[in-house]
């Protein structure tokens, strides 16, 4: 595609469901970023993946958040067992590896009921 | 000590105003993004940034690397230009300032 796109844009769902983010970067972006932004906070790191290299987690919450991506490609964000603080927008951007460039996607707004 | 510095927080300006919002960053970056959030809705990128300046339309963001700053500025504001405003630098990851409310009341 022509951007970065994330999936769902808006998701609802029940404390203590599991739910699943997507992100699809930008084709061939080596480097990707998961932040997530609460209401009334900046935004804040959770994850960043970089080629083949081991990602760096040291910006997620808990251990009922994982992030994979798969082929160097999609990136899954999951969370389990979502908590009412665990809604806010979770945002992806991707960048090549070797370049300044980078992008943003639209987001995902997570609401937990 | 936050890495990226915006200002103002909160800005409320007439339609038709000159609006400027600045960002101060402290870290060594290889490009800057503006970032735009409306009410409810999700992040656009509105520029990126590695040196001087580019307009789209009304806005206009320019950024100074020796000084490390950067402006965004929007000019005959209008009130679907109310939204929070963000700066963005990307260092060894990508550092956010909190971001500047603006609303422009008609």
């Known amino acids: 595609g022509a951007g970065v796109s994330q999936s769902p844009s808006n998701k609802v769902t029940e404390k203590g469901k599991d739910v699943e983010l997507r992100c699809d970067p930008i084709?061939?972006?080596?480097?990707l970023y998961w932040y997530r932004q609460s209401l009334g906070q900046g935004l804040e790191f959770l994850i960043y993946?970089?080629?083949?290299?081991?990602?760096?987690k040291s910006g997620l919450p808990s251990d009922r958040f994982s992030a994979e991506r798969t082929g160097g490609s999609v990136s899954t964000l999951t969370i389990q067992r979502t908590q009412q603080e665990d809604s806010a927008v979770y945002l992806c951007?991707?960048?090549?590896?070797?370049?300044?460039?980078?992008?943003f996607g639209q987001g995902t707004r997570l609401t937990v009921v | 000590k936050n890495e990226v510095e915006q200002s103002p927080q909160n800005l409320t300006a007439q339609e038709g105003e000159f609006i400027t919002i600045n960002c101060s960053y402290s870290?060594?970056?290889?490009?800057l993004h503006w970032l735009q959030q409306h009410p409810g809705g999700g992040i656009v990128s509105l520029f990126m940034?590695?040196?001087g300046k580019k307009k789209h339309g009304r806005l206009i963001a320019t950024i100074n690397i020796q000084e490390k700053h950067s402006s965004l500025h929007i000019t005959a504001s209008h009130p679907r230009d109310s939204a929070v405003y963000i700066c963005?630098?990307?260092?060894?990851?990508?550092?956010f300032g909190t971001g500047t409310s603006l609303t422009v009341i008609p």
């Open positions: 870290v060594g970056i290889s490009a």
């Open positions: 993946f970089q080629g083949n290299s081991a990602p760096d």
């Open positions: 951007a991707s960048r090549f590896q070797a370049t300044t460039e980078a992008f």
């Open positions: 963005a630098v990307l260092g060894n990851q990508f550092y």
């Open positions: 084709s061939g972006h080596t480097a």
């Open positions: 940034l590695s040196s």
